[in-house]
């Protein structure tokens, strides 16, 4: 099991590194680390490529693919909802969205005009490419031109595995607070853009934007910002217009 998260190694690579102590030799904590670390370089490796797969696959029929990744709670799947409502009718969207288990998501995203499908992980805190691989034939139709994969809610595992994604999307709300950009960088370094949700609460907490963006873009100098609440509706035209342009400039 992995010592962050729960996650049966067999499925993870994040903790390629960790050392697992238990009361054998010193002798033997280093034969189990060594293999430990090749079967996860093994499975990163079998990821890696079915990714490539995706990306190539994706890329034949002109779609973009985003791969959004926060915490629990950070409102990923609202955020969506309101993001379905508003594209519809004017871009074809698609959705593959991940959780351990239910299939709450895929119900709340629902009847917004898009394809949705639902992966539920069991045991594993994240999804991987073979499972993206598997739903794509039955979610991408002729007129997707845009792939919303909503991964598990964590801000660690999911960011080691590559999807065939064109890039991450991290998420970070506002009750969460500034610094989860340097306590987590696994994830921020890796997403050339960050958005900031529940803006509406911001006003109620005791939460400097300013901090935030310093952290976000000193991990990732560069990060595209956006700041939204996707319950009052600002930001969300910059938000979707980003959509629509990333779309026709691929």
């Known amino acids: 099991m992995c010592e962050d998260c729960g996650c049966s190694q067999a499925n993870h690579t994040h903790a390629v590194g960790h050392h697992h102590h238990d009361d054998h030799t010193h002798e033997h904590d280093h034969d ?8 996860e ?13 995706n990306r190539t696959w994706l890329a034949e029929r002109g779609v973009v693919a985003v791969n959004m990744i926060s915490s629990p709670g950070s409102g990923k799947t609202f955020l969506l909802e309101r993001t379905l409502e508003r594209l519809r009718g004017k871009l074809g969207c698609a959705v593959i969205t991940g959780d351990q288990q239910t299939q709450n998501d895929a119900k709340r995203l629902e009847g917004k005009g898009a394809v949705v499908k639902q992966i539920e992980t069991i045991s594993s805190c994240h999804l991987d490419a073979e499972q993206i691989a598997r739903l794509l034939p039955e979610t991408i139709g002729s007129d997707t031109k845009l792939l919303f994969i909503e991964n598990v809610g964590n801000l660690v595992c999911p960011s080691a595995f590559d999807l065939g994604e064109h890039f991450k999307i991290a998420l970070l709300s506002t009750a969460e607070g500034e610094d989860k950009p340097v306590k987590y960088p696994s994830l921020f370094t890796q997403a050339p853009v960050a958005v900031l949700t529940k803006m509406d609460l911001a006003p109620h907490l005791d939460w400097d934007i300013a901090v935030c963006r310093q952290h976000l873009r000193s991990v990732r ?27 026709a400039g691929n």
């Open 32 to 39: 189990a680390s060594g293999r430990t670390i090749l079967l």
């Open 41 to 53: 370089q093994k499975i990163l490796s079998r990821n890696d490529e079915i990714a490539a797969q």
């Open 221 to 247: 100098p560069g990060v595209f910002i956006f700041e939204l609440s996707a319950k009052t509706g600002e930001g969300m035209d910059a938000w979707i217009d980003y959509l629509q342009g990333l779309v």
